[in-house]
């Protein structure tokens, strides 16, 4: 049997789940089978991956969160696009199967998918119901000055920490500014070329908010609890009342939390609720590294028209909270009654597709991304610190970041 390397960034139950994959895919033919390494987060995982293709042991398929896309995309002679290998292998694939918000993300401007979807997520908002209830909270907080409001309620019942959020660049900048229709960047946030320039820090109403949430942590409305996933603890302890982060802690807090809760879309700027636009994806794909035996990538792409399956996709979905990647995922998981049994798990696809995207809100696609996302941690953090001003903060991730879009279009053209 040939062997197909698997490079993840999946750890605890969501490994688990992609083991589980793996094994069903390799009993169900007698060919391949593929073996999954999980390898640290999403930035250990690609950085493994670069060294080891460099030193020409590199796995036939690695897991990239969004944020890696526009370095792939350069990374020309290494990695091997989507579209091509499955048009190329014997098998029958369809690649308008998968939801149109997901796939634009990882495809080239002439419409060919690159990197194949699977873990796609977005940022949703999470609550405690049993703290909101306790608190006199009736309605789930649908704009910013509801989630202040909020806070105070809490509070006066004695419970401080209203809300926590994690993977901050990605969900109260990126999302933040696509949900209100404000652009990340120019050249359509990075998609229309990579003489792109940050614009993040000229609005004014995310600066603002930034800032006052950063004086809430005086009252204990607002506690910051690190990148990435780390302020998890805070959410499912009990200690914050709600936080937001991707939709894909479904699992998680379904298995910590000791409470009844729920999700719901992130919170507006304004007065008006309806005034959103729609949020965008992260999570990741599976990129296709070039250097192995030609017939290894009819295993490959076997194994992604598996992934892709109605039946496989929709338990990954509705184990995970994932969204479906396919059309016929979202409708399997609606006739199974999925959502209708778990109120709120259908949060994270609504939100995606509350509106047509614009150029704003069809996703970002910026050189050097991952060190871009490391500076606007560090600058957020001086903020929460308080080291500097929001205005201050987002200045100079702003031109920091400018400086890292430079190098990357320096050496990619
Ligand atoms: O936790 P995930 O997998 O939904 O990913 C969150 C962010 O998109 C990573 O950039």
Known sequence: QTEIQLWHAMGGTLGEKVEEIANGFNESQDEFTVVPTYKGNYTENMTAAIAAFRAGEQPHVVQVFEVGTATMMAAKGAVRPVQGMMEGA?????????????????????????????????????????????????????????????????????????????????????????????????????????????????????????????????????????????????????????????????????????????????????????????????????????????????????????VSLPEVQADWHQATGYVPITTA?????????????????????????????TANSKGVRFGNFVQVRDVINEELEALWAGDKTAAEALKAAQERGNQLLRDFEASNG
């Not at 609550?127 to 509801?146: C, F, H, M, Q, R």
């Not at 820090?201 to 204990?220: F, H, K, V, W």
């Not at 409708?331 to 995207?357: H, R, V």
Request: glycine share 8%.
């Open 90 to 306: 014997n098998i029958e694939w369809d690649a308008d199967a998968y939801l149109p918000a997901v796939k634009s993300y990882y495809t080239t401007p002439e419409g060919d998918m690159l990197s194949l979807p699977f873990n796609s997520s977005t940022p949703v908002m999470w609550y405690n119901k049993d703290l909101l209830e306790s608190a006199g909270v009736t309605e789930v907080p649908g704009t910013w000055d509801e989630m202040f409001a909020a806070a105070e309620k809490l509070q006066a019942n004695g419970h401080d920490c209203a809300f926590s959020f994690g993977w901050q660049s990605w969900v109260m900048l990126e999302n933040y500014l696509a949900w209100h229709d404000q652009p990340v960047g120019s050249k359509e946030n990075g998609f229309a070329g990579f003489d792109t320039e940050f614009q993040f820090a000229e609005s004014g109403d995310l600066t603002s908010l930034l800032q006052r949430i950063a004086d809430s942590q005086e009252d204990g409305t607002f506690k910051y609890g690190g990148r990435r996933g780390d302020s998890l603890p805070l959410f499912v302890s009990g200690e914050c009342a709600m936080w937001m982060n991707s939709s894909a802690y479904y699992s998680g807090i379904k298995e910590q939390a000791e409470f009844a809760f729920g999700q719901a879309m992130l919170p507006v700027n304004t007065e008006a609720r309806d005034a959103a636009q729609n949020s965008i994806i992260g999570g990741a794909t599976l990129w296709v590294l070039e250097g192995h035996d030609e017939a290894d990538y009819q295993g490959v792409a076997e194994f992604f028209n598996y």
């Open 329 to 357: 995922a979202y409708e399997l998981s609606q006739e199974q009654g999925f959502y209708e049994s778990n109120p709120g798990t259908d949060t994270a696809i609504k939100q995606l597709s509350l509106n047509e995207p």
